[in-house]
């Protein structure tokens, strides 16, 4: 019985160490504040969407990302009234059209702007409206109360793997929300307090909930798993 005390208190120990070296070397890394409190606002029908007006650098395990978003809220520049000869493309989508990248410049939206008015005679604006974890069914709330007033052109939408899973988890009301000034699923509502200190306050459990499931390679893999499996 002693020997097996000891083995468990060691293994206790060991297992709490390790929490602790991970704990200090993801704060070494992850120095700024998370991702996922401080940047999103409540929404009655989408949920959760970006702040207006946003300005701001946070350091992902990847790179360090300045975030800035334009008065409605979105990962742009700022447009105002159509100009003669101005050709309006707005691309809706998720975090792959929102772009969780270095600069604005970075993302593909403005990549295909740049190529679009390269030698050209028209002026392209290619608007980003994509935002992170949304589904066709919220793409098309963006359309209707932000998109259209900007008298586009052409409307893209840019699909992905796990949007009929966003759609059908949306299907019975918005699935996320804002509590302590981070974003939360409503389905963990009675661990929100929890879940929002754990966020803030401890880098490995962020890294855990955070980081690690949306980074490209990992999310590659887990979506289409969880299609197969679903």
């Known amino acids: 019985k002693k020997k097996i005390l000891f083995i468990a208190i060691t293994t ?3 297992c709490v160490f390790f929490l602790v070296l991970l704990e200090v070397s993801f704060r070494l890394i992850l120095s700024t504040p998370t991702t996922a ?5 409540s929404h009655s029908k989408l949920g959760v969407k970006m702040k207006p007006n946003l300005d701001t650098v946070r350091e992902t395990i990847e790179f360090d990302m300045h975030i800035v978003t334009n008065s409605l809220g979105f990962k742009d520049r700022e447009y105002g009234q159509k100009n003669d000869g101005e050709y309006r493309i707005l691309a809706l989508g998720d975090s792959f059209t929102e772009g ?3 600069e604005l410049e970075n993302t593909f939206v403005k990549r295909l702007e740049s190529n679009l008015n390269f030698d050209s005679e028209i002026q392209y604006s290619v608007i ?3 935002v992170s974890g949304y589904g066709a069914s919220q793409e098309r709330i963006v359309l209707e109360e932000y998109g259209l007033d ?9 699909f992905y793997l796990n949007d009929p899973e966003n759609d059908l988890e949306e299907k019975n009301g918005p699935t996320k929300t804002v509590i302590d000034d981070c974003a939360v699923s409503v389905a963990s509502m009675n661990k929100t307090s929890i879940n929002s200190f754990l966020l803030k306050n401890y880098k490995t459990y962020y890294f855990a909930k955070v980081v690690f499931p949306s980074l490209p390679a990992v999310k590659n893999i887990l979506y289409p798993v969880r299609n197969l499996l679903a």
């Open 12 to 14: 206790l120990i060991l």
């Open 37 to 41: 409190c401080g940047l999103a606002e």
């Open 100 to 102: 969780a990248v270095p």
């Open 128 to 130: 980003n409206m994509g």
């Open 150 to 158: 900007l008298e586009p052109d052409m409307v893209i939408v840019f």
